[in-house]
């Protein structure tokens, strides 16, 4: 299986409506976000690395490869943090927790219907990765902080591409979870719609 390289494709993110602004966060509010929304997604994408460890050796180097870039972006938020004028730490990321798995579902991943489910969910959560750096970029009142957090938004953007390549060289994913999938993100859009956030172009729940 000859997978998608995390570096082939890094399309430019297409100007978004505005996400509406709430209220201005603090330096330190912003790198906290960012810092524990990072920490979760790397041992999430490590997490997952490891299931996939029995069904695509291919599959599971992707998703430490992404694992491996929210590392680096804690790195390049140390290295902004430290540049501004800024007298508190970076606050301490919370624990993260793995998911529940259904009872009699084994750890690792076995079959299409596994790995089809999994890569569905990991898309739910690249794709709310982006929103949260938006609505993020879309509250920050640190100028100097404007630069990372746009560039958060296209890697999430580009890392949402290649997992949805990821999932093309799969069988084709039962129904079920394609619909497990829309369903999830149609959810997630509601919720924002709920809380003044427009959706997206393109999205299944944007008006035509």
Known sequence: MSLPSINDRID????PPSPQPGEIALTEDV????????????HRYRWLSLRFLTYSIGISRLMQALAEESRQRIQALIEQSSQLTFSQPVARATDWEPPSLPSQSHFFILDDAGAAQ????ALLEEWQ????????????????????LKSCIGQAQAQFQVLKEAEWLLPTPPR????????????????????GHRPRPGHPDSPR
């Not at 430019?12 to 100007?15: C, E, H, I, Q």
Request: glycine share 6%.
């Open 12 to 15: 430019p993110l297409a100007t």
């Open 31 to 42: 790198l906290g976000q960012a810092n524990g929304h990072e920490h979760h997604a790397y």
């Open 118 to 121: 999994a890569i569905s969910l």
């Open 129 to 148: 990765s982006r929103r949260f750096y938006e609505r993020l970029h879309a509250d920050n009142g640190t100028p100097q902080l404007d630069g990372h």
């Open 176 to 195: 079920e979870h394609q619909e497990m999938y829309w369903t999830a993100l149609r959810y997630a859009s509601s919720s924002e719609a709920a809380n």
